[in-house]
């Protein structure tokens, strides 16, 4: 995909006023103490939201998004920024396939000092070439409703609401196509 970036699922990512680029490639076991890193520096808005409010150790997180990485129906997308020869970590999503609902689902996070720089919307990209290549054809996920960023970022990307959210929730997908 990219000289630069060889693990690299789509391409990088150019921060404004040439802040540097950003790389989406999937996760591999070296990587539990940065994500860990990455979990522990979001604010504890993004974090309540990443975790939909629940309590969440970031080691343990971790090295579960890792765990979970790399197998059949699983991956770990992360965004790394590029800084004097070393990868620092600006965003993650941990996507995963309900067999039995036939659908992907994620969820998904962006440092809060790199949001509304397009890493989100770079991951659901790649989120979703990876999906095609593993044959899933449809892709699912529910937000808060008051969850504004998810829901722009997620209508930005094709989602559609499927109208089966309640008064607190909101469900969205998109099907999956070459
Ligand atoms: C949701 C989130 C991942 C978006 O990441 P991001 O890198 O900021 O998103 P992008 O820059 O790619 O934005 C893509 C589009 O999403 C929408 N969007 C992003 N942030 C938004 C906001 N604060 N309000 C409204 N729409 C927003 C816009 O349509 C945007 O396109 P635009 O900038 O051209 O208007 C990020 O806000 C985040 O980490 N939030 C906290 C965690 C969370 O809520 N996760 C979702 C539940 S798992």
């Excluded at 999937?26 to 539990?32: L, M, Q």
Aim: net charge negative; proline share 2%; hydrophobic share 45%.
């Amino acid at each position: 995909m990219s000289q630069l970036f060889p693990g690299a699922v789509v391409e990088p990512v150019e921060l404004a006023e040439a802040k540097g680029l950003v790389c989406i490639r999937t996760a591999s076991a070296s990587d539990v103490e940065n994500l860990s890193v990455y979990f522990t520096g979001l604010s504890a808005t993004s974090r309540n939201k990443r975790f939909s409010g629940a309590r969440a150790d970031p080691g343990a997180v971790a090295a579960e998004c890792i765990a979970k990485s790399g197998g059949l129906d699983h991956f770990t997308l992360l965004a790394e920024l590029r800084e004097d020869g070393r990868g620092r970590i600006v965003g993650e999503a941990r996507y995963a396939y309900d067999a039995a609902a036939r659908h992907g689902e994620f969820a998904i996070s962006v440092a809060d000092a790199f949001q509304r720089n397009g890493v989100g919307l770079q991951m659901m990209t790649a989120m979703e070439t990876l999906a095609i290549d593993l044959g899933h054809e449809m892709i699912a996920a529910e937000t808060a409703r008051t969850n504004a960023e998810m829901r722009g970022l997620a209508r930005k990307a094709g989602f559609s609401d499927t109208g089966l959210g309640d008064w607190q929730s909101v469900h969205l997908a998109k099907r999956l196509s070459r």
